[in-house]
């Protein structure tokens, strides 16, 4: 696990080495291979990661977000039926509300009220065949994830459409999100656009892009090293030290 770990960081900060010169907005180019916190050129509109008192921003691919009238959701893959939806087509669900935290694996964490949809509506509507364990989720920024199936059915897992009683921000994943509360914010996908079911599992990003683990179950009492009075450290578990910050010394 340590060894992987390494393995993956070293690629990584090669491979962030030959982009840091071609570097552009162009978000499918750079593809999840950088880092913009500190890029000072991303024009101000896009959506990308930000600090933002109260719930901060994490978005890998800088993009401008989602027009509701462009915007579709195919639910496909071992089902019967499959289905392309609408924006309307969400306000069929029953809705639930719930109030969660989100955890990124940095350590910042907050919470919201969400209200949404289970995942079990879905399910009830294009009716999965018995070997579709994995679910894949793709969204319109690129990012992708994928989760057992059996995950996504729990009580406190939520399709969701509103945040704080107002429509998901354009930042926050407009139009439609997912928020599971036991696992880390980089399994909480935004802006997402299809869902398949598979009998195996698929990419997760940032466990291909990154150091981090594809499960994603947040691993109690262990924080992130960039709280750690800023100072990097390797740490066990679910999490290795953030790859865009210095090795230790
Ligand atoms: N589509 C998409 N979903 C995403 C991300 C992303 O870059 N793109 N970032 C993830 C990460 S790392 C975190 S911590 C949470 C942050 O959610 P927020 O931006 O609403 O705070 O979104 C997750 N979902
Ligand atoms: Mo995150």
Redesign the pocket.
């Known amino acids: 696990m340590k060894l992987l770990g390494q393995k993956l960081n070293r690629r990584f900060f090669l491979s962030l080495l030959s982009l840091s010169a071609t570097a552009t907005i162009l978000p499918s180019k750079v593809f999840g291979l950088s880092d913009y916190r500190r890029d000072k050129n991303i024009p101000k509109e896009y959506i990308q990661n930000r600090d933002r008192p109260g719930?901060?921003?994490?978005?890998?691919?800088p993009f401008m977000g989602v027009d509701a009238n462009d915007w579709g959701l195919s639910i496909r893959g071992m089902v019967a039926n499959p289905v392309a939806l609408g924006y309307e087509d969400l306000f069929g669900f029953k809705v639930v509300s719930q109030v969660s935290r989100?955890k990124?694996?940095?350590c910042w964490s907050?919470t919201a009220k969400w209200e949404g949809f289970h995942f079990q509506e879905l399910v009830d509507r294009v009716k999965p065949d018995p070997q579709a364990k994995y679910v894949y989720f793709q969204?319109?920024?690129s990012?992708y994830e994928s989760y057992a199936l059996e995950e996504l059915l729990r009580p406190r897992v939520l399709m969701v459409m509103r945040m704080n009683g107002q429509p998901l921000s354009k930042?926050?994943?407009f139009p439609l999100?997912l928020i599971a509360p036991f696992k880390?914010?980089?399994k909480?996908?935004?802006?997402i656009t299809s869902i398949e079911f598979t009998d195996s599992r698929k990419r997760n990003?940032?466990a291909n892009n990154g150091p981090y683990s594809v499960d994603g179950t947040i691993q109690p009492g262990i924080d992130h090293p960039l709280d750690f009075n800023k100072k990097p450290l390797p740490i066990n578990g679910g999490e290795v030290f953030h790859p865009f910050d210095k090795r230790p010394s």
């Not at 719930?55 to 691919?61: E, L, T, V, W």
């Not at 909480?188 to 802006?191: A, E, G, I, R």
């Open positions: 719930f901060f921003i994490r978005s890998a691919n989100l990124c694996v940095e907050a969204s319109a920024d990012y930042d926050h994943g999100r880390y914010g980089y909480n996908v935004k802006y990003y940032w």
